[in-house]
């Protein structure tokens, strides 16, 4: 029984910590398939999340609010960013626009420095935050709401993909940009419509941690690259597979951590990264398309 | 292709004057932003290269502020000797590269006669072997004992340091678990050079005041969710858990260690010793205690404490200029300052008599972290009664002895 | 691809090194030690660089894992001198051999990933050695770092000062810059660069793609395996945090801001990289005061940004347009060949 609880906590922890990859991967997921791009800014958009509403509910806004409100700032931060750096170098090679992704997120870690310091911050949890007891094992309310945002989010985003004309076009350009532009589709736009759907996703994430591990302006590049790890493994191109892919790393991780040694969790999710690379590249949980490898 | 090698010289050429004139122009606009006044050839050039920015930026921020202030104040009131302090500060950004640049720019452009600095263990240690080949005096901020001590025991000769050692932080801990019986305890340091040090530390002496480490690990410093490990130490049911880290981390580990509701005593390091921590932390943050300067309690102090009024004083200061409480980090750099003064005022600006000043000279000396006695076999010259057990009570810092 | 370009790309000539070397050569007559710290530090990432630049702008492979080899390179080499007593020479050469195999065997599986699965693969093998660095205490003395690395000394002669460490990093950039152009120009070199015009066309003439891509890789490693032991005896302490995914990145932006389909753009990359890091440090703070934090990455990072979207190629090949144009202007070249130059202008090789 004790071990029972022991493995159920690991459970909740794995599925917590694979929500926030999630909430992040299906941003990356989206940026690459509308854009072609990996977007190396995706973990900053948290960052800006957690820290824009933290000062916010300093500033006396209800947490509600003040969580909506920075997931509007940040999808505006993000449609500068797609407008003035995505756009203008669209035609550049690959590496030059991850390094201008990467420039990007240099620029917005300056800036969080600039605006909040280098300080750790917190945020309250959304709800009250007395632990559940579960078969022994701890749950608390906003694991909950970490875990339950990011299906809600899976479910939007199938709704949206598969049964709006807008998330149609989106597919369609990923499936066929040249035939998109003839039906009409205006890529341009949906490249724009992409980074500010995944920023607002991104803000979502990092005010769902903040509670949990509280807010630093350098909290973004690690997120960010988990994210990556979880979207590869699972599915870079394809939202569902990528969210699995996240919850499956946020296990792996807790597991590994909770039965054998913290230290050894990153070698662990990386050597997946690269056994899933070498082995499955386009992913555990997508069909293969033989067209990304 | 001639033409094209000749721009690319040109290229560099601007970019190489640019760099040189910027260092000449930094001498001039450092006086001019810690001072306002003229920087007379008479004047003392003091470096100090802190870590105000990066991970260690919670502990590098406020003693490059602290220093800052205390050049300021000393050189408004006329300075030492009528010589003004010429300060030139650099932020290292907690990388031991940067910090070595800094390092070599003080001294061998700069020319100053001390260096204070070195936020981190690893960025002292990186900086020291510079001061001891250019034979310049330099007080380090950091905690590890190998700063101000080679593997054989020995002193460096051109290093001081300010903080206690890492081991004196355990050693406080391990006694008060061997006051309050408490013997099975799990450890749990963060991963990086703050945390490993002082779990070697530990694994050498928990024996000697009868602790048993019923657990051993590590966290990350970017930690989100601890739990994982908790249930491994949950399982082992220790008495009290240390948990070995800086303010963020901590706080993560300390708020799951209360959300598994495990119901032990939670010792902290002197690290999370920060009014930051209280914050980050919350509610979970009480009744976890940890060893600390004496700044803190500084109001609970007895009044025959000779620390008290000095420890006031320097708090009162900083909370005016900054707007924020002090904290034991720009008190390490207080010190250095205050003793780096008191070399200047007995030698001037001579490099070797500053450092045989503090070594032979100075004798004993209360500054704010603690009673210094620097002699020639200790350069660091505290002793571990200089730590207060301290204990947070509805977020506010009690003296737990 | 005009015939001038072609001229430039197989030009073997040694009088540009050669003039940039001996002017290099005389700046510790001039310049002041802090001077000489920083273009020691310049070395060591040029020495990486070149190699960096030649698997990216050649093999067009692109690496965020090269921290790595920096890493294997710097910790045998301390291990090797301080714990077992090698000579450093023979520390650096054990090193190279480690970083090479490595790299050979992280590069069979990962050359066959393209793009960004590349990108990621590499990424990822770095945390992983990162994490080795910090995990293998007994060896590396994890987080605490690894003290009292000794230094150089060759035929007696003990490299203890920042002059000599200038003259020896710089001797060794110059001989990776000279071996590498070497290769650009042999058989590898024009194969490579196959790679870097069309995979699929050169696969289909025959050009052995993978064992290209595998040579330049190892050979890159070395470069970077050997600044690392130097850069270990330079400093006499390191610990696992110069080694992290941030120190690839920033290795990779040197080559792209330098222009990784030019050897120089190495040099002239880490170069910009370094002087602009200390320039901004300067400036930034003098004017804005009274903000703590390194802040001044917003300007590095707008740079960064502002510099690839409009030079996407990097520097040195921006440069080489700039002055090529000039040069054809006064040589009044004929309007069809200077519209040929611009048809291919966004992706000249040169």
């Not at chain 2, 450092?30 to 050039?45: N, V």
């Not at chain 2, 030139?88 to 020319?111: F, P, W």
């Not at chain 3, 660095?133 to 003395?141: A, C, H, M, V």
């Amino acid at each position: 029984m004790e071990i029972f609880s022991q493995m159920l906590q690991l459970l909740f922890s794995g599925l917590t910590i694979g929500a926030i990859y999630a909430l992040i991967a299906v941003g990356f997921v989206i940026i690459y398939n509308v854009t072609g791009i990996l977007n190396f800014a995706q973990g900053e958009f948290a960052m800006f999340g957690a820290l824009i509403s933290i000062s916010l509910v300093k500033a006396n806004l209800p947490l509600w609010l003040a969580i909506i409100l920075s997931i509007v700032i940040v999808a505006a931060i993000g449609a500068v960013f797609e407008r003035t750096a995505i756009h203008t170098a669209r035609k550049s090679s690959m590496t030059t626009l991850i390094i201008i992704t990467i420039g990007v997120s240099i620029a917005f870690r300056g800036i969080a420095i600039l605006i909040w310091g280098t300080q750790a911050q917190t945020l309250p949890p959304f709800t009250d935050n007395t632990p559940i007891e579960f078969l022994e094992a701890v749950l608390l309310p906003q694991n909950l709401w970490a875990i339950g945002l990011s299906i809600v989010i899976l479910i939007v985003m199938m709704y949206f993909f598969n049964y709006t004309f807008t998330g149609k076009s989106l597919t369609a350009c990923v499936v066929n940009p040249f035939a998109a532009r003839l039906m009409g589709i205006n890529p341009n736009k949906m490249s724009l419509l992409a980074v500010v759907v995944s920023a607002g996703l991104g803000a979502l994430a990092g005010t769902v941690i903040a509670p949990i591990s509280g807010a630093s302006y350098d909290m973004g590049m690690m997120l960010g690259i988990k994210a990556f790890v979880a979207a590869v493994v699972g599915g870079l191109t394809n939202a569902p597979a990528a969210i699995a892919g996240a919850f499956l790393i946020g296990i792996i991780e807790a597991f590994t951590e909770g039965l054998w040694s913290s230290g050894l969790k990153d070698v662990v999710s990386f050597s997946l990264l690269l056994l899933i690379l070498f082995i499955k590249p386009e992913g555990l949980f997508a069909k293969a398309s033989g067209k990304r490898v | 292709m001639k033409k094209t090698l000749l721009s690319l010289f040109l290229l560099m050429g601007v970019l190489v004057l640019a760099a040189c004139s910027s260092s000449s122009d930094r001498k001039g606009d450092a006086s001019s932003a810690s001072s306002g006044t003229d920087t007379s050839g008479d004047s003392i050039k003091m470096a100090g290269i802190f870590s105000a920015s990066g991970g260690a930026a919670a502990l590098g921020e406020p003693e490059m502020q602290t220093l800052k202030m205390l050049v300021d104040q000393k050189n408004a009131d006329g300075g030492i000797n009528g010589r003004k302090i010429d300060l030139v500060t650099y932020d290292d950004k907690s990388d031991q590269n940067e910090a070595i640049l800094a390092m070599k720019k003080a001294l061998t452009q700069d020319k100053v006669s001390i260096v204070i600095g070195g936020t981190t263990s690893g960025n002292s240690l990186a900086m020291l072997p510079l001061a001891e080949q250019n034979q310049v005096p330099y007080i380090s901020v950091a905690a590890s004992k190998q700063i101000y001590m080679t593997e054989d025991g020995q002193a460096r000769k051109w290093v001081f340091k300010m903080p206690q050692d890492d081991q004196q932080a355990v050693e406080r801990i391990l006694q008060y678990l061997k006051e309050n019986d408490l013997t099975k305890v799990a450890w749990l340091n963060v991963a990086n050079s703050y945390g490993t040090g002082a779990h070697e530390e530990f694994g050498k002496h928990a024996a000697d005041y009868g602790v048993e480490p019923v657990i051993e690990d590590e966290f990350e410093a970017t930690v989100k969710d601890a739990k994982p490990l908790l249930t491994r130490v949950k399982k082992e049911s220790p008495d009290a858990i240390i948990v070995w880290g800086t303010v963020q981390e901590s706080a993560v580990v300390i708020k799951n260690i209360r959300e598994l509701g495990l119901d032990i005593p939670v010792l902290a390091s002197h690290g999370v010793a920060t009014d930051q921590f209280i914050e980050v932390a919350g509610a979970a943050a009480n009744d976890v205690v940890l060893p600390t300067g004496k700044l803190l309690v500084a109001d609970k102090l007895e009044d025959s404490n000779p620390q008290k009024e000095l420890l006031k004083a320097y708090n009162e200061a900083f909370t005016a200029k900054y707007n924020k409480p002090a904290s034991t980090f720009g008190a390490y750099a207080a010190d250095a300052f205050a003793i780096a003064t008191k070399a200047i005022e007995a030698k001037g600006s001579d490099s070797a008599a500053l450092r045989d000043y503090i070594e032979q000279e100075l004798g004993e000396y209360v500054g704010l972290t603690g009673v210094f006695n620097i002699n020639a076999d200790n350069h660091m010259g505290l002793s571990p009664d200089s730590f207060a057990m301290v204990r947070i009570v509805d977020g506010k810092w009690t003296l737990e002895d | 691809m005009d015939k001038k370009h072609l001229k430039l790309i197989y030009n073997n000539s040694l009088v540009g090194p050669g003039i940039f070397f001996a002017l290099l050569f005389c700046l510790p007559l001039v310049g002041s030690n802090y001077t000489l710290a920083i273009f020691t530090m310049i070395g060591f990432y040029a020495l990486v660089c070149i190699g960096l630049t030649m698997l990216t702008g050649y093999a067009g492979q692109i690496s965020l894992g090269h921290a790595a080899f920096y890493g294997i390179g710097a910790y045998t080499s301390a291990y090797m001198t301080a714990t077992v007593g090698l000579s450093p020479w023979l520390a650096i050469v054990v090193g190279a051999l480690i970083s090479a195999l490595v790299a050979l065997l992280i590069g069979i599986p990962t050359f066959k990933l393209k793009g960004y699965y590349l990108a990621l693969a590499t990424l990822g093998f770095g945390i992983i050695v990162y994490t080795a660095f910090k995990e293998l205490t007994s060896i590396t003395g994890g987080s605490n770092g690894f003290f009292g690395i000794p230094s150089i000394s060759l035929f007696g002669f003990e490299f203890m000062t920042d002059q000599s460490y200038f003259y020896l990093i710089w001797l060794f950039v110059f001989m990776a810059l000279i071996f590498s152009r070497n290769i650009i120009h042999s058989r590898v070199g024009r194969g490579l660069r196959s790679i870097e015009g069309s995979e699929i066309a050169a696969d289909a003439v025959g050009v052995n793609l993978m064992k290209y891509k595998l040579q330049i890789f190892v050979i890159s490693a070395i470069f970077t395996s050997i600044s690392g032991s130097l850069l270990a005896h330079y400093v006499s302490f390191i610990n696992p945090d110069l080694f992290t995914a941030n120190t690839s990145i920033y290795l990779l932006i040197m080559v792209i801001i330098g222009g990784s389909t030019n050897i120089w753009g190495a040099i002239v990359g880490s170069a910009t990289y370094v002087l602009l890091g200390e320039l901004l440090k300067h400036y930034v703070p003098v004017i804005l005061p009274n903000v703590g934090g390194e802040f001044e990455i917003v300007f590095f990072g707008l740079l960064l940004v502002l510099t690839l979207i409009y030079m996407p190629n990097g520097l040195v090949p921006q440069f080489m347009k700039i002055t090529g144009k000039l040069h054809k202007k006064e040589r009044s070249t004929p309007i069809a060949f200077s519209i040929d130059t611009r048809a291919t202008g966004g992706k000249t090789n040169d």
